[in-house]
């Protein structure tokens, strides 16, 4: 997987008002926007829900687009813990179980400063894809928090977009 452009989009603060306008007006995809409302009415006054919070019944449109990462401490790694069935598709593989690192070097970066900063991150990328050939993708990414102190996982999704998007 290659990015040949991004641009970030950050939350004006870790704990910004409800849903972090920038992100919102900024977002183009549907799923990730609606995404992105979820998790923010599950956090209510924390910083990130917990993944406890999450349940993938109210969110059904949305599996297929979504993924998960474990955040693991030390040696400070991060693992898919799931990736819905278009991101599979579109990767020509599932990559549950595997380490980003070992899929998509250059998203390590990214993910370590949403995990030291709690700001959820979008992006807008061109990747290659297995089938050959790019497609734009937007991304999104956003911090969980089993205890409140730490971020331990992030729930993200990963949208194709198309030249009308």
């Keep these: ?6 641009t970030e989009i950050h939350a004006s603060s ?17 799923i990730l926007r609606r995404l992105l409302h979820y998790w923010d ?3 209510g006054d924390r910083r990130a829900p917990s993944r406890d919070d999450i349940d993938p019944a ?7 687009y979504v ?17 819905g069935t ?14 980003v690192d070992e899929i998509a070097e250059q998203a390590v970066g990214t993910l370590q400063e949403l ?6 991150w979008r992006l807008m990328a061109e990747l290659g894809r297995s089938s050959g050939g790019t497609k734009l ?3 999104l990414a956003l911090p969980l928090s089993r205890d409140g102190t730490a971020v331990n996982m992030v729930l993200g999704g990963i949208a194709q977009m198309h030249p009308e998007d």
């Design 86 to 99: 278009l991101l599979g598709d579109w990767c020509g593989r599932d990559h549950t179980g595997r380490y």
């Design 41 to 43: 009415e599950k956090r």
């Design 58 to 64: 109210d969110m059904i449109e949305a599996l297929p």
């Design 137 to 139: 993708y937007e991304l």
């Design 1 to 6: 997987m290659i990015v040949t452009r991004e």
């Design 14 to 30: 870790p704990r910004a008002e409800r849903t972090p306008a920038i992100m919102d007006e900024q977002i183009r995809s549907g």
């Design 115 to 120: 995990v030291t900063t709690w700001r959820p």
């Design 67 to 83: 993924f998960l990462i474990d955040v693991l401490a030390e040696p400070r790694r991060y693992r898919v813990r799931l990736m």
